[in-house]
């Protein structure tokens, strides 16, 4: 079975400056991919970044990176020069390989801007 | 080009009516996908379609929730009898399977907002 661990249920930020959110996982198939979703207050999950198990580099996209250790099986989403509007929740979710192919997600962070 | 669409996106139901809830995929998407998300909480898997096939339906809370897609496109997620436990919010979610397997991304609709009085 597929786990996904968000331990920050809420984190604030002060607009401008990076933050990291971390999520961990569990999963014996050595095939899976990771993504991060962004879910403002309209309700709609939003795609940001896709790291997969055999990628060598960390995933960027724009202002998001994805801190990928292998190893110690975390997947963290850096979000660099926060924005007023990057304030939502955000959820860490894996697909593997030869689980189906439905997403597991973690609980979600709720991220706060601080202006 | 457009998005994952849903509608309605409100529904309030009295406690063992059946409600229909409707998922418009991004066109040419193959696979689908039913979410449920209680309040604070992800999205837990439901139901999963590859073109008109349902392949998984292993997340489906009782027998009393039903999901097709007659024609490969369009879904309709039925729920019957519904209990004030069905109140969620329910998402729908497409994928274009063209890099295949645990690459695909997941593209969410808004989600229907499910509350059974």
């Known amino acids: 079975a597929q786990k996904i661990t968000q331990t920050q249920p809420g984190m604030f930020v002060q607009e401008k400056e990076a933050v990291t959110l971390d999520c961990t996982y569990d999963?014996?198939?050595?095939?899976?991919?990771l993504f991060w979703y962004k879910q403002p207050s309209s309700g709609e999950m939003i795609f940001l970044i896709y790291q997969g198990s055999y990628d060598q580099q960390n995933a960027t996209e724009g202002r998001y990176s994805l801190n990928f250790q292998k190893a110690r099986k975390s997947a963290n989403l850096v979000i660099s020069a926060s924005q007023l509007g990057d304030s939502a929740m955000y959820f860490c979710?894996?697909?593997?390989?030869?689980?189906?192919?439905?997403?597991?997600f973690g609980g979600g962070t709720r991220l706060m801007v601080k202006p | 080009g457009a998005g994952v669409s849903q509608s309605p996106r409100y529904k309030v139901a009295k406690r063992g009516q059946d409600v229909a809830l409707r998922c418009d995929p991004i066109s040419g998407h193959v696979s689908l996908f039913w979410y449920q998300q209680a309040l604070g909480q992800g999205p837990e898997f439901l139901t999963y379609?590859?073109?008109?096939?349902?392949?998984?339906k292993s997340g489906l809370p009782s027998d009393r929730f039903f999901a097709e897609r007659p024609e490969g496109s369009v879904s309709t997620l039925k729920i019957q009898r519904t209990q004030q436990e069905d109140s969620a919010v329910y998402l729908c979610a497409s994928s274009s399977d063209l890099s295949g397997g645990f690459t695909d991304t997941q593209y969410f609709g808004p989600g229907t907002r499910l509350t059974v009085l």
């Open positions: 999963t014996s198939d050595p095939s899976y991919g």
């Open positions: 379609f590859q073109n008109e096939a349902q392949l998984d």
């Open positions: 979710a894996m697909r593997a390989y030869n689980a189906g192919n439905m997403l597991t």
